[in-house]
Structure formats: structure tokens, C-alpha cells
């Protein structure tokens, strides 16, 4: 029955950020358009990885994010900042380490969505390498 109900109420978390207590809840529906275009390159960038952490509690989390920050920073404050519905300047103010532990929190909260969803409706495939791979136009 508990399962059931997980459902219909997705479970969230919460963790403090800035001095404040957000809680973390699973994407809705509206916030999905504006959350794509802004974190799509980000998005493709972790998409295309071969070596994705299961868990994002595994240090390849924070390796990742550290990356995708360097690479996609303002896309990734922007993603972020849909997600808990905040200002972006507000997220980019904020400590590393805080903004690592949120962006994790993030993950987990929505990793169904992430991994099972949005993956596929980006194009991602299981055979596809980060070298370009794909299926092969037929040949006549």
C-alpha cells in the first residue's frame, strides 16, 4: 500500500542552503520546458557520459558538477534556480559545498526522471558512445 501511495505523493527531501530550509520536491510538469532549454547543453553533457555515478554520493558526483559548472556554469545556476524556484543570483551566491550538496539532493529527489525520462526524450541512447556514435544511415 506504501508503494502506492509513493505514487501518487513522489517523496522530496529537504537541505539548507544560504541559511535557508528549501525543500526539494520532484519536478512538475511546468517546469520542465523552461528547465530544458535553459540546462540543455548541461543536460547533453551528462547524458553523454559513459561512466554516469549510480549513486550521487560517490565522489564522481562532485567531479561531474565541478565540470559542468566549468563548462555550462550559468546554464547550471539557472537549472537549479527553476528547480527550488529561487532567483538565479541567489543560487550563484551561495558555497561550494553547499551548492554541491543541493545540486545532489536535486539529483536524488529526481533521478527516476532524469535517468528514465528525460534520457530518452533527448535522444540518449544505451549504445550511443561519447565519440559520436549512433545508428548508422542504411547504406544502398
Known amino acids: 500500500m506504501t508503494d502506492a501511495l509513493d505514487a501518487l505523493e513522489p517523496s522530496g527531501s529537504s537541505i539548507k542552503y544560504r541559511g535557508e530550509v528549501l525543500a526539494i520536491r520532484p519536478l512538475t510538469v511546468g517546469q520542465l520546458p523552461r528547465l530544458v532549454r535553459t540546462a540543455r547543453p548541461a543536460i547533453n553533457a551528462v547524458l553523454a557520459l559513459q561512466d554516469l555515478p549510480d549513486d550521487p554520493a560517490v565522489d564522481g558526483f562532485v567531479d561531474l558538477l565541478v565540470n559542468l559548472v566549468a563548462d555550462h556554469g550559468e546554464s547550471v545556476y539557472q537549472a537549479v534556480a527553476i528547480c527550488i524556484d529561487k532567483p ?8 561550494l559545498d553547499e551548492f554541491a550538496a543541493l545540486a545532489k539532493t536535486l539529483v536524488e529527489v529526481n533521478r527516476d526522471f532524469f535517468v528514465q525520462r ?22 544502398s
Open 88 to 95: 538565479v543570483e541567489w543560487v550563484a551566491g551561495g558555497e
Open 118 to 139: 528525460l534520457g530518452p526524450l533527448l535522444g540518449r541512447r544505451a549504445d550511443t558512445s561519447t565519440t559520436g556514435g549512433g545508428p548508422t544511415p542504411p547504406s
